[in-house]
């Protein structure tokens, strides 16, 4: 199927965003092309993805709860024990719940934001 448009940027509201622009461009070795208060962005050269300074941001509660959750982002690994060590050195934490058996893991990255680790294949 052919699309009229293509993919160029997600953006992510958060109370911080040059920490998990950093925290990103860590997990996914982007670099970080803009770093403000207000406003900071990772890039691969041709998709980004922008982190926005969000006044009394509130974290989504995993799996449910008070605030849901609106989006997460999976991730491709090639290790998936080796993934969530790194992942939880650069500040990531791991929920209780955790549906995905033995093909995928279930994170949330600084600012709360659920995202998945997903074995490769």
């Given at each position: 199927?052919?699309?009229?448009?293509?993919?160029?940027?997600?953006?992510?509201?958060?109370?911080?965003?040059?920490?998990?622009?950093?925290?990103?461009?860590?997990?996914?070795?982007?670099?970080?092309?803009?770093?403000e208060d207000e406003y900071a962005m990772i890039s691969d050269g041709g998709t980004s993805i922008g982190f926005g300074q969000l006044p009394g941001y509130t974290a989504p509660t995993w799996p449910e709860g008070p605030t849901p959750k609106q989006f997460h982002l999976?991730?491709?690994?090639?290790?998936?024990?080796?993934?969530?060590?790194?992942?939880?050195?650069?500040g990531a934490t791991k929920p209780g719940h955790q549906p995905g058996g033995d093909r995928y893991v279930?994170?949330?990255?600084?600012?709360?934001h659920p995202f998945c680790a997903c074995l490769r294949g």
């Open positions: 199927m052919t699309g009229f448009a293509s993919l160029i940027m997600v953006n992510i509201d958060c109370a911080e965003p040059p920490a998990l622009a950093a925290f990103y461009s860590e997990v996914l070795g982007w670099d970080v092309t803009h770093s999976d991730f491709y690994v090639d290790d998936l024990a080796d993934a969530e060590e790194r992942a939880l050195k650069l279930v994170l949330l990255d600084p600012a709360g």
